[in-house]
């Protein structure tokens, strides 16, 4: 079986001491490709640094995330707009809005995601997307320029069915993270991921955070890596009443697709 991890923060400085051999191990489970999520400056260009080092085998993506949003500024914007048209960047993003965390005031968060989502659609760039307890706003920006994306894929997803079917409606992907290995609250995601089409599902890991609660047994520290996208795979499969085997096929289909990734090296 093959996977892609369609969200690993691999340029997170907990990766500093042993990045090669998370890699490594990924490729050892059967992850063949990861994307790099370039969520501000620093990460953006961390992110190119790697995939450079790793072509073939990861690919990254340029965005602001919204916890960044306030330092959203002109230099910012255009400094987007170079990343994404290099070889290396293959979505804008992470983009979205986050009204659990705050970090950022909203107004400044929406500012921000809808100069991001106006740049994708300018560059003909998919995006990649961020929403936590921000419904009502994301849905409203996203159709706003669905029409002129290529593509957008709810990263991370987590909500319930109603907001599953209002992505869905808007021609999105759908990523699925260890959320739903959290007896405690992703119980619920069984019941979205039974009704996601299988050409717009998609896996991954979002690490070094939402480390699988039912990994056995535990490993030493909390961080999460994409090594840990079988375990992912296998919830999601158990909950759609699928094979492993198919699920993967599907799932990698579907981002190989979704992402224009090449073929991984041998």
Request: aromatic share 6%.
């Amino acid at each position: 079986m093959q996977l892609i991890d369609i969200g690993i923060n691999l340029a997170h400085s907990s990766y500093d001491a042993d990045r090669e051999a998370v890699i490594a191990r990924a490729r050892a489970a059967g992850v063949c490709q990861m994307i790099v999520t370039g969520s501000d400056m620093a990460s953006i260009a961390r992110a190119v640094e790697l995939v450079r080092q790793h072509p073939g085998v990861l690919s990254a993506t340029a965005g602001i995330h919204p916890h960044h949003a306030a330092e959203h500024d002109a230099a910012a914007t255009a400094a987007l707009k170079a990343w994404l048209v290099q070889p290396e960047i293959c979505a804008a993003g992470e983009c979205g809005l986050d009204y659990y965390r705050n970090y950022s005031p909203r107004d400044a968060q929406r500012a921000s995601f809808r100069t991001q989502l106006e740049i994708a659609a300018d560059l003909a760039r998919p995006v990649f997307l961020h929403q936590r307890d921000a419904h009502q706003d994301f849905i409203a920006l996203v159709r706003e320029f669905r029409p002129r994306l290529p593509g957008a894929v709810a990263h991370c997803f987590t909500g319930g069915v109603k907001e599953a079917r209002a992505c869905l409606d808007l021609d999105l992907h759908i990523g699925i993270t260890g959320w739903i290995n959290d007896e405690r609250r992703g119980r619920h995601l069984a019941e979205v991921v039974r009704f996601v089409p299988a050409n717009r599902l998609m896996l991954e890991t979002d690490g070094p955070y939402l480390l699988p609660r039912d990994l056995k047994p535990k490993p030493a520290t909390r961080r999460n890596e994409p090594m840990y996208l079988p375990h992912v795979l296998a919830a999601v499969a158990a909950a759609r009443g699928e094979s492993l085997e198919e699920l993967a096929a599907s799932t990698t289909r579907t981002a190989r697709k979704f992402f224009g990734l090449p073929e991984p090296p041998s």
